[in-house]
């Protein structure tokens, strides 16, 4: 009997001194849990604000612009860069026929596919960002951006002169210019 109360007795006090240790493991998954949450939203939020921002500058957010060099729809693409990120059947002739061959939604699909395919061609790249080039901090942002506006590799010569060689477009943005423009978005 001393022993089936003495058994009790333990497992009374075993419950009770790991109950707290189980609630504090539960709060402690909980918070990392909401963390990764608020982190992921936070990160969502920043992208949107950051597309929304680089249509306005390339168009005005105007899905059916077509600029004086042919590249159209509200990030400015050049139907090369469609082919190349696989939207074949676009072209500048049949957007101006039909816009609704490449409506806002898949336009902005567009520019996510070419935003992953940049990352992937700066990823021997990330180490210059928190460097200083003429000035301007360099970012994630501002690379993806500056990589948008002039390509990766422009974009690379660029980072590798320590911004010597600056190439503009045809309407005299420069690659410093986006990087500048871009650099406060939390990517």
Not at 37 to 46: S, T, V
Not at 54 to 76: K, T
Not at 146 to 169: F, V
Request: with cysteine; net charge positive; proline share 2%.
């Amino acid at each position: 009997m001393r022993f089936v109360f003495l058994t009790s007795i333990f497992i009374f006090i075993f419950h009770i001194c790991t109950a707290p240790a189980l609630d504090f493991r539960l709060k402690i998954s909980n918070l990392r849990s909401l963390t990764i949450y608020a982190d992921k939203w936070h990160h969502e939020l920043e992208l949107t604000r950051f597309i929304n921002d680089l249509g306005h500058r390339e168009s005005g957010n105007n899905w059916l612009s077509v600029n004086q060099i042919g590249c159209f729809g509200e990030y400015q693409f050049s139907e090369s860069t469609l082919r190349y990120l696989g939207f074949k059947k676009i072209t500048l002739r049949k957007f101006k026929a039909n816009p609704n061959i490449f409506p806002r939604p898949v336009q902005r699909d567009a520019l996510k596919v070419l935003i992953n395919v940049n990352l992937n061609l700066l990823r021997n790249y990330t180490h210059f960002i928190g460097d200083t080039i003429n000035g301007t901090l360099i970012t994630k942002s501002g690379m993806i951006a500056a990589a948008h506006l002039g390509g990766a590799g422009t974009l690379m010569k660029y980072l590798n002169s320590n911004g010597e060689i600056n190439k503009k477009d045809v309407f005299g943005t420069s690659i410093h210019d986006y990087i500048r423009k871009f650099c406060q978005y939390d990517l």
